[in-house]
DNA sequence: TGTATATAACTGTCCAGTCAGTTATATACT
DNA sequence: AGTATATAACTGACTGGACAGTTATATACA
């Protein structure tokens, strides 16, 4: 070893200590700052503490990002995009057949609903919302509404077509996205173990329940 | 003038000044205090605000209140009670007919949502469930679990009387909370307008639809 | 006079954001 | 190739303000 006066850990670290180019820089800082927002909070993270979790001073994270709010903007944003095409791209592909769609969805939904990682931002948002609105509205137009939107679109489709009686396409909309959310809030913000262990067999108790009340030849219920 | 170095705003109050006995104070806090939480969340928000809508100091609140989470856990201990006693009350009457029970619940349920003033706690416990789980915690099984279960055997018992077929109860009674879960996510949290302005037709439209996907004579869906 | 109720003023700590300076890489020139 | 110069990436140390919680003091009333 060569007599040189820099500290050990220089020498591990230093073929690789620069060699990273900003690129992939703010993606790091991000997923820190979405682990610390969701260990701590918005305002108890510390700026610190998410700049050592991606390996950085603190001011090294003013480098790409302006302030605590801007880590948060670009951090709903990073996720926004792909979700929403995502969900539209599956909707439509379905109007061909929206029973079929249906149980396929109901299925793949529950999935990702049950996922920590894909959860982590909708939590984010949620525990925020009260304090950045602008946030809460943009995530609400680009993720919720365009997901409940294609779910109705795709209810009604049915309905065209003679699979589904004439119902209120948004309320069956509804009627299967609300016990996703019902359930990703209860694991994912009360904490608590999962209502429905078995995804398979919970979507297909759904999803029957649903097509069953959706049948063209049941009767309407009498509004008493 | 009369040389009174005292300030008038002293004056004018003091008659009633001190008259006020301990008794309502606890309460006059923390409504103030739900008040401060909602509009800027738990962190932002200033012991010296929430006493000052109080009509207090600062220190003032600390007679009352150890601590900015002791007036947090106080705030949900005094909202958890009476709901979690009404919800199951409610349901218990309805074994008797559990179809009518169902349909006054619809209505009932949506109504109780739509409301901002009641939906306060809940939002207020789920922007801090992340700093504070074991008060999301406790939420989740003293109102939460409550009424999720209580529904549930209403179900259930719809079912034993031959009401309804024999479909998993849980998923049936998380078709009735979902979309309420929803619809409170969305208006209050998320800040969307009404999904469903008109309360009584989405709550006979869902019932519509989950009755009929519980009928009797419905053939069950086939699992492919 | 004593006790309960209240407050103004204070203290100690914490942390977002800044800045002057350092180290690694790139480029220009010989 | 080697050396000088420029620039990109980064950091340690600091500041200024905010705010939870405390203390010393004042008022009301029995």
Redesign the interface.
């Known amino acids: 070893m060569p007599p040189k006066s820099r500290p050990a850990t220089l020498d591990v670290e230093s073929v690789t200590r620069w060699r990273r180019r900003a690129g992939e820089r703010p993606d790091e800082i991000l997923n820190a700052a979405l682990d610390e927002f969701?260990?701590?909070?918005?305002?108890?993270a510390r700026m610190e503490d998410i700049a050592a979790r991606a390996k950085l001073s603190k001011a090294g994270v003013y480098l790409y990002f302006d302030s605590k709010l801007a880590l948060l903007q670009a951090l709903v944003d990073r996720e926004v995009k792909p979700i929403a095409h995502r969900a539209t791209a599956l909707m439509r592909a379905g109007h061909a057949d929206p029973i079929a769609a249906l149980?396929l969805l109901a299925t793949f939904a529950r999935g990702t609903v049950a996922d920590p990682r894909l959860m982590a931002v909708p939590?984010l948002v949620?525990?925020?919302?009260?304090?950045f609105?602008e946030i809460?509205?943009r995530?609400?137009l680009e993720v919720?509404?365009r997901a409940?939107g294609g779910l109705t679109a795709l209810i009604a489709a049915g309905i065209a077509k003679g699979d589904f009686r004439a119902?209120?396409a948004?309320?069956?909309a509804?009627?299967l996205?609300?016990?996703?959310?019902?359930?990703a809030?209860?694991r994912h913000?009360?904490?608590?173990a999962p209502?429905?262990p078995d995804i398979a067999?919970?979507a297909?108790?759904?999803?029957?329940?649903?097509?069953?009340?959706?049948?063209p030849d049941?009767?309407?219920?009498p509004?008493?």
Do not use: C, H
């Not at 969701?38 to 108890?44: E, I, M, N, Q, T």
């Not at 949620?126 to 304090?131: E, F, L, M, Q, V």
């Open positions: 969701l260990a701590k909070g918005f305002d108890a149980r939590r949620i525990s925020i919302a009260g304090r609105p809460a509205e995530y609400r919720v509404e409940i119902v209120d948004g309320v069956a509804r009627m996205a609300g016990p996703l959310i019902l359930e809030l209860w913000i009360l904490g608590g209502l429905a067999a919970t297909a108790a759904q999803i029957d329940i649903l097509l069953n009340g959706l049948r049941a009767r309407p219920e509004t008493p």
